[in-house]
Nanobody, 124 residues
Framework: QVQLVESGGGLVQAGGSLRLSCIVS????????MGWFRQAPGKERDFVAA????????AYSDSVKGRFTISRDNAKNSVYLQMNSLKPEDTAVYYC?????????????????WGQGTQVTVSS
């Protein structure tokens, strides 16, 4: 059974930082591209960042580029999202997702497995 478990969310002031983690089990992690998505209340689940199987290729949404960094550790079956210079508009539930295949993607429907999400709240 595939499981993705996120952690690291919380409440932070604008300008602060958080680091999200996602531990994956039940699939060949090193063969899977990984992504982070987020969903604010009343809005669709949007792409945030993605990383290919090796960590050598990354992609970001324009809204987080230069502030967020995605990385992975295949030895620990984990993917991370370092979030700096947080803004109130970054407030959302953040989801970790695993893709069948090694190539990075920003397309939500290309991801097969999802975590339960972790809440990030940025106060102004």
């Amino acid at each position: 059974q595939v499981q993705l478990v996120e952690s690291g969310g919380g409440l932070v002031q604008a300008g602060g930082s958080l680091r999200l983690s996602c531990i994956v089990s039940g699939l060949t992690f090193s063969s899977s591209a990984m992504g982070w998505f987020r969903q604010a209340p009343g809005k669709e689940r949007d792409f945030v960042a993605a990383v290919n199987w090796s960590g050598g290729t990354t992609a970001y949404s324009d809204s987080v580029k230069g502030r967020f960094t995605i990385s992975r550790d295949n030895a620990k079956n984990s993917v991370y999202l370092q979030m700096n210079s947080l803004k109130p508009e970054d407030t959302a539930v953040y989801y970790c997702a695993a893709k069948s295949g090694r190539v990075v993607s920003s397309v939500r429907n290309s991801y097969t497995y999802w975590g339960q999400g972790t809440q990030v709240t940025v106060s102004s």
